[in-house]
T-cell receptor, first 113, second 112 residues
Framework: GQQLNQSPQSMFIQEGEDVSMNCTSS?????WLWYKQDPGEGPVLLIA???AGELTSNGRLTAQFGITRKDSFLNISASIPSDVGIYFC?????????????WGAGTKLIIKP | DSGVTQTPKHLITATGQRVTLRCSPR?????VYWYQQSLDQGLQFLIH???????AKGNILERFSAQQFPDLHSELNLSSLELGDSALYFC???????????FGNGTRLTVT
């Protein structure tokens, strides 16, 4: 099925570093969502964005809805060990009247010891 | 704890068989979504039910079907199973008009 282009695929970082990941789409979206999935668990919604240009924070996490409505990024500041996991972006296209989200393939965050 | 319960947690079965996965949504949520997640992949949307009615279908095979019952729990039926059906199957629920907010911990299906 259709997927968003999410990058990077994985990141190896030191504790305390800032992290940035992004998603791009060929379609215009009216909703961007960022989820985190821990091993053996279902995804957890971190941030939801509903308007182009919107910048939203959730603790050390900040996400933005791109002005073109075709991209979004997620930043994590001062990473800590519990940030490890897989981060997924998901989007809802303009033509979708339900939440048939299109999902990115995920960014795996690994913190170097 | 998301409040969404999925059973069973693991399921191992043979090709050609039929299985039923069960989901109890978070209390008060009327929407139930089913997703398939293959190894190291994103989630593929299968189907969405709202208050007992099918709302949207995604990439769901004809061998798969689902329903949502009056008590709002949902079942995903997978038949004529193939090796490629091995995956994690997630259920998510939400209140009206919201994106899938609460995910269960999934059912890991292994077809041998």
């Amino acid at each position: 099925g259709q997927q968003l282009n999410q990058s990077p695929q994985s990141m190896f970082i030191q504790e305390g570093e800032d992290v940035s990941m992004n998603c791009t789409s060929s379609s215009i979206f009216n909703t961007w969502l960022w989820y985190k999935q821990d091993p053996g668990e279902g995804p957890v919604l971190l941030i939801a964005l509903y308007k182009a240009g919107e910048l939203t924070s959730n603790g050390r996490l900040t996400a933005q809805f791109g002005i073109t409505r075709k991209d979004s990024f997620l930043n994590i500041s001062a990473s800590i060990p519990s940030d490890v996991g897989i981060y997924f972006c998901a989007g809802r296209s303009l033509s979708d009247s339900n939440y048939q989200l299109i999902w990115g393939a995920g960014t795996k965050l690994i913190i170097k010891p | 704890d998301s409040g969404v319960t999925q059973t069973p947690k693991h399921l191992i079965t043979a090709t050609g068989q039929r299985v039923t996965l069960r989901c109890s949504p978070r209390s008060g949520d009327l929407s139930v979504y089913w997703y398939q997640q293959s190894l190291d992949q994103g989630l593929q949307f299968l189907i969405h039910y709202y208050n007992g009615e099918e709302r949207a279908k995604g990439n769901i095979l004809e061998r798969f079907s689902a329903q949502q019952f009056p008590d709002l729990h949902s079942e995903l039926n997978l038949s004529s199973l193939e090796l490629g059906d091995s995956a994690l199957y997630f259920c998510a629920s939400s209140a009206t008009g919201n994106p899938p907010l609460h995910f269960g911990n999934g059912t890991r299906l292994t077809v041998t």
